[in-house]
């Protein structure tokens, strides 16, 4: 009896990590490279660090997104960043937002926000979105300031 269990184990097993394998696969398949708008992946959600983001705006073509409120945006920001607050995005694409193939680089204070505001703008059909998380890891330049 003791040998149908241990037979039945050793079958089971490379089955479960073969799962597990794939699952990982998946996740590793959505992260893109910086820099490379057309990756391979079958999202336009991409999480990076706030060194890539940085590397992707010295390249230039990038709109920086901060979906944060109004009062925390005036009182820092990234320079250039639009502010469209994440309250704001609905089942219409945001005003400050016309070209869904735009390269969307999206922040807010700690990263919940932009990832929330990710999903929705992919829902609407933007196809490069970039985020790197909060102002609050930033180690580079901020401003303060209304928007324009």
């Known amino acids: 009896m003791k040998w149908i269990g241990l037979l039945a184990l050793a ?8 799962g597990c394998r794939g699952a ?3 996740r590793s398949r959505a992260t893109a490279e910086p820099g490379n708008a057309s ?3 079958e999202t336009a959600y991409h999480k990076i660090s706030a060194e890539d983001a940085r590397e992707m705006i010295d ?4 709109t920086i997104v901060d979906v944060r409120r109004e009062d925390e945006y005036t009182q820092e920001h990234i320079p250039g960043a ?9 089942d219409q694409p945001p005003d400050a937002l016309p070209e869904k193939d735009a390269v969307l680089l999206v922040y807010c204070r ?3 926000r932009s990832r929330q ?3 929705k703008l992919e829902a609407l059909g933007y196809q490069n979105i970039y985020d ?3 102002i609050i890891d930033w180690p580079y330049e901020t401003e303060s300031g209304t928007a324009e």
């Open 39 to 41: 990756s391979r992946t």
């Open 117 to 119: 505001a990710a999903q």
């Open 59 to 62: 390249a230039g073509g990038v």
């Open 82 to 90: 639009v502010l469209v607050p994440l309250g704001t995005i609905g």
């Open 110 to 112: 700690s990263g919940v």
């Open 24 to 26: 990982e696969g998946d």
């Open 132 to 134: 790197f998380g909060g």
């Open 11 to 18: 079958f089971a097993a490379p089955l479960l990590f073969a």
